[in-house]
């Protein structure tokens, strides 16, 4: 099976789980979970079918293989968050002495209509992504790289422009995820998603009683994390054990006074010195033998920027998904809903800062993420 037709298939569960009405779906049980955990075994078949691109020989195949895992989960956070609201819990009170009753009432007919149109517009933002084929990406860039000048002054040129486009996307990125997603949640909850496997902390979630289409919109949740997660293949437990040193570290500098300036100048400075990167590659290409090869390593680092710019704006949808189900994520499964929603707010940073440490070739990312030659990698290979 194919990406593209694995992709079909996903879809094709996820518009079967449109089509009956939010009464339905919470009064026949039998008929909703089936359709869950079709939607569920669908997503499961696309995911496990994109990871195999991961070990591909080809840095292009690997890049298009870590864009469609983020909108694969973007498409599954979207899916379970139309489901959790297909039901409101019960207005009812019940007596002092017995437990609250797991009740749910029906979305209307118009709340499920938006919620069908929300979750249409993500399948249709997501479907040229996956059912790109990898010989199709990255598609053709005409223009962008400087046309006129000496070869030696256009590298240098490209080469700061393309260390400030791929730092300042990571930054960005990082400040959403990071600022506005790790550092927002209790640190018991954040320590908790790095240390305890990912298949447990949703087991456990999924063990408390709650609403019943909540507990089931967990699955694609699972789901979701699980694949942001796979970006990373057998290192994923060091990336974890990274972020948790990165949270660690920077509430020790920074206490309660995080700011997007901070987490900027530690990504640029602290961790890819972007100023000793450029005075280097300066130094490299002054000292090259010959310029032959510049001109193709100057559209590269174009191509390049671009690319990782495509990333981070996935990597974005994403974070806005996390803060959907973040409402109603972390009533469920007392604290394991919300350690589910911070594991996928710690593979979030894990992925902008090591991935944007590759693209502009920080030594100091390549043990945990070397997707493909970076501009340092670049400038060197051409002088």
């Known amino acids: 099976m194919s990406v593209a037709s694995a992709w079909e298939a996903y879809r094709g569960a996820i518009a079967a789980l449109l089509e009956p009405a939010a009464a339905e779906m919470v009064e026949d049980v039998q008929r909703s979970e089936g359709l869950v955990e079709a939607a569920v075994g669908a997503s499961a078949r696309l995911g496990d079918e994109v990871a195999t691109l991961l070990e591909a020989d080809a840095p292009v195949v690997r890049e298009l293989a870590v864009l469609q895992l983020n909108a694969a989960a973007v498409v599954d956070l979207a899916a379970a968050d139309y489901l959790a609201g297909l039901a409101h819990g019960s207005d009812d009170v019940p007596p002092l002495d017995e437990p609250p009753p797991v009740q749910e009432l029906p979305a ?18 997501a479907d040229p992504i996956l059912r790109t084929e ?7 860039i005409i223009g962008g790289a400087p046309v006129s000048g000496g070869r030696r002054q256009l590298l240098e040129l490209e080469a700061g422009r393309s260390l400030e486009r791929i730092s300042g996307d990571a930054v960005h990125a ?3 995820v990071f600022l506005g997603g790790v550092l927002a949640l209790a640190l018991p909850h954040v320590l908790s998603a790095c240390r305890t496997p990912i298949d447990d902390v949703f087991g456990n979630a999924a063990r408390v009683v709650g609403p019943r289409l909540k507990r089931v919109a967990l699955k ?22 990274q972020v948790q040193e990165w949270v660690e570290e920077r509430l020790q500098a920074w206490g309660v006074n995080a700011t997007r300036a901070r987490v900027e100048r530690w990504i640029k400075d602290d961790l890819y010195e972007i100023e000793a990167i450029e005075t280097h590659l300066a130094a490299v290409i002054e000292d090259a033998s010959g310029d032959a090869k510049m001109p193709a390593a ?37 604290v394991w809903g919300t350690i589910g929603l911070a594991a996928g707010y710690v593979a979030g940073t894990g992925f902008a800062v090591l991935s944007g440490g590759d693209y502009v070739d920080w030594r100091g990312s390549q043990s945990l993420f070397d997707l493909v030659p970076g501009v340092q990698a670049i400038v060197e290979q051409a002088c």
């Open 174 to 176: 990082a400040q959403e």
């Open 298 to 334: 100057t559209i590269e680092l174009v191509h390049l920027a671009r690319r990782f710019g495509d990333h981070m704006r996935v990597l974005e949808w994403l974070v806005s998904k996390l803060r959907r189900i973040a409402p109603w994520i972390v009533t469920l499964g007392h």
């Open 108 to 125: 209307s007919e118009q709340e499920q209509a938006r919620a069908r149109a929300a979750l249409a517009r993500d399948l249709e933002a």
């Open 134 to 140: 990898p010989g199709a990406w990255p598609p053709v």
């Open 220 to 241: 694609l949740v699972h789901q979701g994390v699980r694949k942001l997660f796979a970006v990373f293949g057998s290192g994923a437990k060091q990336v974890k054990e």
